[in-house]
Structures are given as C-alpha cells and as structure tokens.
C-alpha cells in the first residue's frame, strides 16, 4: 500500500488524516513538526501531504525534492515567491498545490470557472467566506482558489480583478471585478458563496463544510492519486479529471 508522510501531523488537519489513512487503503509513514528533521520523513514515504504553515514549506519542499517524493500541498497563505519554489520543484517531482482538497470544493471550482466564462461581465462576482475565529489568513485560500477559478473564466487572472473588503467612500462597482470579503467568527470549517449578480437576477454557486474530515478525505485521495503522476504541478480537478 502507498505511505503517506504528514507534514504538520500534530495539528487538527494532520490528526485528521492520519485518523484516515487506513481507512481510505494506505498506509501511515509517519508525522512531521516543527522540531523534527523533514528530511527523514521524505525519505521514508512515497508521497507526503503538507497541512503545517507557509513558513515550513521552503524545507519541506526542498526535502520532497531531494528525495524524490511527490508531495501535496494544502498550506495556505503562501506568497508568490513560494508558488514560484513550487513551480521550480514540479520540474523534478509531482506537487498538487490547493487551497482547498474538498472534492465538493473542486467540483464547485469547475461550475464557477463555467459560469464566469458564460455569463458577461454585466454579472458582478463577489466572493464571501466565512470561517473560526482562530484562523490567521484572509481571504481564505479557498476563497482565492474560487477567485482564481472566477477570473480564468474570464480570460484573466485574480490580480487584475480583485478588490478586497470595501470601507468608506470607494464609489461605484467597477464593472468587470471580482469583490472578495471575509468573515471570522465562532468555531465555523468554512462556508464560501460566489455570488453573480445582474440587473432582475442573481446566482449564488456555494459549499459549506460540515465536518472537518471532508478535507482530509480529498487530501488522501490526491496522495493516492500524485503518487504514480510524472513531475509536474497539478491541481485537485486533476484528480476528478476536470
């Protein structure tokens, strides 16, 4: 059977898949934290998955491509200085980079893409999310994954477009946008909605998570499904065949 190795395996994601693993036909390699050597773990699993923080993914994968080992990224809030390490290390082994491993998320991805490409940009797009109050990054990595999806639709990409929580005079809606807010409160997983709006009429595409597990679920599928791709980077709708 496959080894998973968890980086961040001490944190609520971590725990989460390991609780999976056996039960989605794996096997666990072992767990990595802040103070063990990431090396090791690369060696011994036959893909890793990284649930820790945006600071530990520069060693993290440079272990993984030391060792040769596809590895699935679910860390959120990385800057575009790590998207570029990530993308420099597909060209040796296989990396999924996501903002979010919910198969329900990667379906809704797909639908929002379609939408924006179908509907003209007299449809406003903004982008809600909500989660617990102890989360540190906004908008969400989830959030941004929709935008990203949104914007492609739409032949550009989410820099162009996004405008960030309004305050104050800001004047009217800028036709084309895509308007990103956050919410933080309570102990919420994660609900997100990609509203269109038009003149008469308004579509609201969302997902919201009710268990914790539905990630850690989609995360070992795409473990499962990295570990026999060719280098590259690759994305959760790869592993839907979206």
């Known amino acids: ?34 103070h063990d050597d990431p090396t090791v773990l690369a060696k011994n699993a036959d893909v ?7 600071g530990a993914l520069d060693a993290h994968l440079a272990a993984a491509r030391a060792a040769g080992t596809p590895i699935v990224i679910g860390t959120t809030g990385l800057s575009p200085v790590q998207h570029a390490a990530i993308d420099a290390a597909a060209a ?15 379906l809704l ?19 809600t999310e909500m989660h617990h109050r102890h989360k540190v990054d906004a908008p969400s990595g989830t ?33 084309g946008t895509i308007g990103m807010a956050a919410l933080r409160g309570g102990s919420v997983i994660g609900d997100h909605e990609v509203i269109f709006a038009a003149e008469g009429e308004r579509l609201t595409l969302g997902h919201f998570a009710q268990d914790r597990s539905i990630f850690a679920r989609g ?24």
């Open 1 to 34: 059977m496959t080894a998973i190795g968890i980086y961040g395996s001490a944190g609520r994601m971590g725990r989460a898949i390991a609780q999976l693993i056996e039960d989605e036909g794996a096997t666990l390699a072992g767990g990595c934290d802040s």
């Open 48 to 54: 890793l998955v990284d649930f820790s923080i945006a």
């Open 92 to 106: 040796d082994i296989a990396v999924l980079q996501t903002g979010n491993t919910s198969l329900g998320i990667t």
């Open 109 to 127: 991805a797909n639908l929002v893409r379609e939408a924006a490409a179908r509907l003209g940009t007299d449809w406003d797009i903004e982008i």
């Open 143 to 175: 959030a941004l994954l929709l935008g990203e999806a949104a914007a492609a639709g739409r032949g550009h990409s989410l820099s162009d477009l996004r405008v960030d929580g309004r305050a104050g005079l800001v004047g009217a809606r800028t036709e």
């Open 219 to 242: 995360a070992v599928r795409a473990a499962l499904w990295l570990a026999g791709q060719a280098p590259g980077r690759y994305r959760m709708g790869d592993v839907l065949g979206l």
